[in-house]
């Protein structure tokens, strides 16, 4: 396993961790970063009292100019629409514990990427 798919694995499964102590039931895609080519899975499905949500996670050194890739939001935003859940892309900034939820039906598109903008639905920490 490379260094940043280490880490990416690291940082879902801090986030599922903080979910489970919520109350939240809580599965890591077991494809998630895995290349699946066919269907989208995504990073972490949770879910409490009847409501689940999809969720994208990422760990940036700067969460100042948020981008991800058009593939993966879309991928993401397709398995919520099926699911009939929302979709968040979630950033961690390095070195922090905490977890910025954004909608992902609100990006900002390029040719191949999205740019988050606003502000965060809202915010996780341990």
Do not use: C, H
Not at 25 to 44: E, F
Not at 59 to 68: A, S, V
Not at 72 to 90: D, K, M, S
Request: charged share 30%.
């Amino acid at each position: 396993m490379n260094k940043n798919k280490a880490r990416g694995t690291l940082v879902e499964n801090m986030l599922a961790n903080i979910l489970w102590k919520k109350g939240y039931a809580v599965i890591r895609g077991p494809a998630s970063g895995g290349g699946v080519q066919k269907r989208y899975t995504p990073d972490l499905f949770a879910m409490k009292d009847g409501k689940a949500m999809v969720l994208e996670v990422k760990e940036r050194k700067d969460i100042n100019e948020l981008y991800i890739r058009v593939e993966q939001v879309q991928g993401l935003i397709e398995f919520a629409r099926r699911a009939g859940v929302p979709a968040y892309i979630v950033f961690k900034k390095k070195g922090e514990k905490k977890f910025y939820f954004y909608d992902a039906n609100a990006l900002l598109y390029s040719s191949s990427s999205a740019k988050i903008s606003g502000m965060p639905s809202f915010i996780l920490e341990d």
